[in-house]
């Protein structure tokens, strides 16, 4: 099982960035995806997740109506779109799986996690 996080980089306030969370070795049919985030001296915090088999999504409050999480079967990929970025989204994100649908960004109950991409939000 691996997860590959791409798509990060540095970007103003009030720009978009998507971020793909490529799986590969598993399929992500029976599984939750979940996107967290890490700022320096802060502790890892859920974002989104999406129940793949039912198609349930949560939000953290801090991101809702900004960020929207997706999937494209095809590829076999979890997408977070992220728009209206501000400085305080600035973190590694990280996607992580856990087999079964969950829909909750409870850190421990993931059991695959990737390596993490970079987001900077600044002018």
């Known amino acids: 099982v691996q997860l590959v996080e791409s798509g990060g980089g540095l970007v103003q306030p009030g720009g978009s960035l998507r971020l793909p969370c490529a799986a590969s070795?598993?399929?992500?049919?029976?599984?939750?995806i979940g996107w967290f985030r890490q700022a320096p001296a802060k502790e890892r915090e859920g974002v989104s997740c999406l129940s793949n088999s039912d198609g349930r999504t949560s939000y953290a409050d801090s991101v809702k109506g900004r960020f929207t999480i997706s999937r494209d079967n095809a590829k076999n990929t979890v997408y977070l779109q992220m728009n209206s970025l501000k400085p305080e989204d600035t973190a590694v994100y990280y996607c992580a799986a856990v087999r079964g649908s969950i829909a909750i960004m409870w850190k421990p109950a993931y059991n695959y996690w990737g390596q993490g991409t970079q987001v900077t939000v600044s002018s």
């Open positions: 070795g598993f399929t992500l049919d029976y599984y939750t």
